[in-house]
């Protein structure tokens, strides 16, 4: 199944009115506040959001799962899912992958095919939260923090294996979440268990190519609910530190507790230059995984307000932090999921490129709250759609993805395919 610029075409072309009855009185307000509006669509364009090879199929829960149908079988069906994702908004243009899951078979055969969608590969995520088939020692009890230096060793080697399969593929850096922790009180020494992993990870950073970085994920807790070995923002941070320059830390957003400022620590690890990438996706109890923006559109906001008033230039913000998604989809069509997380994330970044920085920096040296606020609600309630619209139009991608998606049934056409029974490998 493919999309082609025909049918984008014709997409665009019967929308065009409606499009410019929003965009154009849009542009005259963006214009009588100084605003450089084909600087800004460009800018929004250009975003791109790295799509987990993981999400492409229908999520589970431990109670169950229920199949989307026409789910890719294979990496290389993944890679032509984000194609097609890629295709619709041209916002998507990288995949992230997970090993063992999507060990790729002929390397030059999937590097062409991303190469025909215009496809990238985002860091590549090591797997030491389950057992394989094929395993010897059981991570039952950890992986990277283990008693037994038999597993501390299978699961460094499994790193280090991810990192070459990167490598062949392009990707710039490795995604290290641990599920180790413990479910009791008393079962593991929590300082030891911290200084195995540390020394662990030091073995897979000696292995990092020159222009790699490490991403290390933190989370408070699931699957083991005592306590995690890394299990925030502080963690990650003092393991990267002492690591050094190339490794980083990875926010999940949903890898908090409730109602923690998340974008503070934003700002923080982006003032310390160890702000490594995301993991997009919204929660309204824990790790919920939902779509992005689906649940705190605001704070996703106030995390772009900062990224953009953290870096001095577009270039750094675009090249020094990797943009992902992880989420997952119970009840809705993953891809039509995934474009709308998309949506959001750009959403949010439009908004936060439409503050009046000067005026806010002033605002906060005369400590006048009302007027700081008063300019946040100024860019967040602006309608920011017409213009992420105009960017897809501007770069022939479609001006509604998931109208299109719908207008052309890909899914049917994914199921006819693939079948109705095909299931992902994911979470
Ligand atoms: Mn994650």
Redesign the pocket.
């Known amino acids: 199944m493919e999309i082609n610029d025909q049918q984008i075409e014709k997409h665009n072309k019967e929308v065009e009115e409606g499009h410019i009855a929003s965009f154009a009185p849009l542009v005259d307000q963006l214009d009588k506040q100084g605003i450089e509006v084909n600087a800004l669509i460009e800018q929004i364009g250009s975003f791109q959001i790295a799509i987990p090879s993981w999400a492409l199929g229908a999520g589970g829960t431990r109670f169950g799962r229920f199949p989307t149908g026409g789910e890719p079988g294979s990496l290389k069906e993944k890679i032509e899912d984000v194609g097609l994702l890629h295709t619709l908004n041209r916002s998507s243009g990288a995949i992230s992958l997970h090993i063992p899951w999507d060990i790729p078979e002929d390397t030059a055969a999937i590097k062409q095919l991303a190469e025909k969608f215009d496809l990238s590969f985002d860091a590549v995520n090591s797997n030491t939260f389950q057992d394989q088939e094929d395993q010897e020692h059981s991570y039952k009890f950890g992986s990277l923090c283990h008693t037994d230096d038999f597993v501390r060793n299978q699961a460094i080697e499994h790193n280090i294996e991810v990192i070459k399969y990167g490598e062949q593929l392009g990707s710039k850096a490795l995604t290290v979440?641990l599920a180790d922790g413990s479910n009791f009180p008393g079962q593991q020494n929590l300082s030891k268990a911290l200084k195995q992993t540390h020394e662990s990870l030091e073995q897979i950073y000696a292995a990092l190519p020159a222009d790699w970085e490490v991403l290390i994920?933190y989370k408070p807790y699931e699957p083991n609910f005592y306590s995690t070995v890394i299990p925030d923002w502080g963690t990650s941070f003092l393991l990267a530190n002492k690591l050094g320059d190339k490794a980083q830390t990875l926010v999940?957003l949903g890898h908090h507790l409730p109602n923690t400022n998340i974008e503070q620590i934003v700002a923080t690890l982006l003032m310390e230059n160890k702000l490594g990438g995301f993991?997009f996706n919204d929660s309204k109890y824990g790790d919920d995984d939902l779509t992005a923006g689906s649940i705190k559109p605001f704070q996703l906001f106030l995390i772009f307000n900062e990224l953009v008033g953290g870096t001095d230039t577009y270039d750094d913000l675009k090249h020094n932090i990797s943009w992902m998604i992880?989420a997952s989809h119970n009840v809705k069509d993953p891809l039509e999921d995934l474009m709308q997380s998309v949506e959001a994330i750009k959403q949010a970044y439009a908004k936060a490129l439409l503050i009046d920085r000067q005026g806010l920096q002033q605002a906060q040296a005369d400590n006048d709250p009302v007027a700081a606020q008063q300019l946040l609600q100024e860019a967040y309630q602006t309608d920011v759609r017409p213009l992420l619209r105009e960017s897809r139009i501007r770069n022939k991608a479609a001006a509604y993805p998931v109208k299109l998606f719908r207008e052309l049934q890909v899914r049917n056409q994914l199921v006819e395919e693939r079948g109705e029974e095909t299931i992902a490998t994911g979470l």
């Open positions: 979440w994920e999940d993991h992880d």
